[in-house]
């Protein structure tokens, strides 16, 4: 059965960091753009960032240059390196499997444009 799991959520320190992980079984996560969204308590859900199938990436201004997606850490994985981690960060986090047809070089950023979802992971920035 195919899926996606999210991992590596938990508890950190404002200025810390976290990687997240979304692992794919069943499938082949290389074939596909990869999107990382968050929800936080009472707010709609919002874009962290895209990455294409040539790598390309993408990031909210929210976390530009202060969290990156990347490929091929660990076999069909995606992670999401989170650093300088700030109290507003704090959300539930998703990975998701853009719906085809995937173009290669561009990922798109609207929750829409994703099929696949993972359960979600739990990321809280506290002190």
């Known amino acids: 059965q195919a899926r996606l799991v999210e991992s590596g959520g938990g508890l950190a320190q404002p200025g810390g960091s976290l990687r997240l992980s979304c692992e794919a079984s069943g499938f082949t996560l290389d074939h596909y753009s990869i999107g990382w969204f968050r929800q936080a308590p009472g707010k709609k859900r919002e874009a962290v960032g895209c990455?294409?199938?040539?790598?390309?990436?993408i990031y909210a201004d929210s976390v530009k240059g202060r969290f990156t997606i990347s490929r091929g850490d660990m076999k069909n994985t995606v992670s999401l390196q989170m650093n300088s981690l700030q109290p507003n960060d704090t959300a539930v986090y998703y990975c998701?499997?853009?719906?085809?047809?995937?173009?290669?070089?561009?990922?798109?950023?609207?929750?829409?444009?994703?099929?696949?979802w993972g359960q979600g992971t739990q990321v809280t920035v506290s002190s």
């Open positions: 990455i294409s199938v040539s790598s390309s990436t």
């Open positions: 998701a499997t853009q719906r085809p047809p995937v173009m290669i070089g561009i990922c798109p950023q609207s929750a829409s444009a994703y099929e696949r």
